[in-house]
Nanobody, 115 residues
Framework: QVQLVESGGGLVEAGGSLRLSCAAS????????MGWYRQAPGKQRELVAG???????DYRDSVKGRFTISRDNAKNTVYLQMNSLKPEDTAVYYC?????????WGQGTQVTVSS
């Protein structure tokens, strides 16, 4: 089992920045993938950014150049730095980890961007 605890959400004005953190604990050995998803009201959950154990990263087109995913392996933590936030970035953001074919989720953290 892998436990994920997110923090760092909140309310910010358009153009502002937030940094989300996700701390992993439990059976963290051989986590293949860690990433951030988001879900806005009435919409499906979508992948925002992901990071593999090999160091590769990927972003959805709408956040490229604004968001950066990073990992601190010593702290078993993944971050999402979000800059130039837009109202359409408003959503609940979820941390996700994949290990041995199983997917684990955090509880989610609300990000609200006011116009």
């Amino acid at each position: 089992q892998v436990q994920l605890v997110e923090s760092g959400g909140g309310l910010v004005e358009a153009g502002g920045s937030l940094r989300l953190s996700c701390a992993a604990s439990g059976s963290i050995f051989s986590i293949n993938f860690m990433g951030w998803y988001r879900q806005a009201p009435g919409k499906q959950r979508e992948l925002v950014a992901g990071s593999t154990s090999g160091g590769s990263t990927d972003y959805r087109d709408s956040v490229k150049g604004r968001f950066t995913i990073s990992r601190d392996n010593a702290k078993n933590t993944v971050y999402l730095q979000m800059n130039s936030l837009k109202p359409e970035d408003t959503a609940v953001y979820y941390c996700c980890a994949v290990r041995a074919g199983s997917q684990y989720w955090g509880q989610g953290t609300q990000v609200t961007v006011s116009s």
